[in-house]
């Protein structure tokens, strides 16, 4: 198994636009080769949205990054700093 969490930090004014962005790459990823699950959070405390994507393999979830891109992209003006990207990998 592959995880893949990515915490976004939306500027306060745009957490239901990126929320709403986020249901549609959920939507649009469904069914893609590989993906497990994929999912969204909010963390209030933080001010975050969390997207996690549970994959068969890393190689699947890189895979899947390709189709991720064509379903569309945020605008920038969204987040006030860079996304934290973790990726882990479940051992036996």
Do not use: C
Not at 28 to 48: D, F, H, I, K
Not at 69 to 84: N, Y
Request: aromatic share 10%; no cysteine.
């Amino acid at each position: 198994m592959f995880v893949t969490m990515v915490f976004h930090h939306p500027r306060p004014e745009y957490v239901d636009r990126f929320l709403a962005f986020m249901t549609e790459i959920e939507s649009g990823m469904a069914g893609t080769e590989g993906l497990v699950s994929l999912e969204s959070y909010r963390n209030p405390a933080a001010g975050t949205l969390v997207a996690i994507g549970r994959w068969a393999s890393p190689e699947d979830a890189r895979a899947g990054v390709a189709k991720l891109m064509t379903i569309g992209a945020r605008d920038p003006e969204w987040t006030d700093q860079p996304d934290e990207i973790f990726q882990l990998i479940q051992d036996a």
